[in-house]
């Protein structure tokens, strides 16, 4: 289980997002993006909090079902 802040809120307080990622291994390192992909990635989602000031933030924490490379960063 982890936790991101993140910049803005999101619409709803919970959400399971599935996505297909694109995985790019070159050279020794792997390269990840949300975009035309084939590897299932599943995430649970569930706003904490969130903060108003100069900029809007979010606590949220995510519950990764899947253990792709880089799949909280990309999702």
């Given at each position: 289980?982890?936790?991101?802040?993140?910049?803005?809120?999101?619409?709803?307080?919970?959400?399971?997002?599935?996505?297909?990622?694109?995985?790019?291994?070159?050279?020794?390192?792997?390269?990840?993006?949300?975009?035309?992909?084939?590897?299932?990635?599943?995430?649970?989602?569930?706003?904490?909090?969130?903060?108003?000031?100069?900029?809007?933030?979010?606590?949220?924490?995510?519950?990764?079902?899947?253990?792709?490379?880089?799949?909280l960063?990309?999702q």
């Amino acid at each position: 289980v982890y936790q991101a802040l993140v910049f803005g809120k999101p619409a709803e307080r919970s959400q399971h997002w599935q996505d297909r990622l694109a995985v790019q291994k070159t050279g020794g390192m792997v390269r990840t993006s949300a975009t035309r992909g084939h590897v299932p990635a599943n995430t649970q989602m569930q706003f904490l909090k969130s903060a108003q000031g100069a900029f809007s933030t979010s606590l949220l924490q995510l519950e990764p079902h899947t253990g792709r490379s880089h799949q909280l960063r990309v999702q």
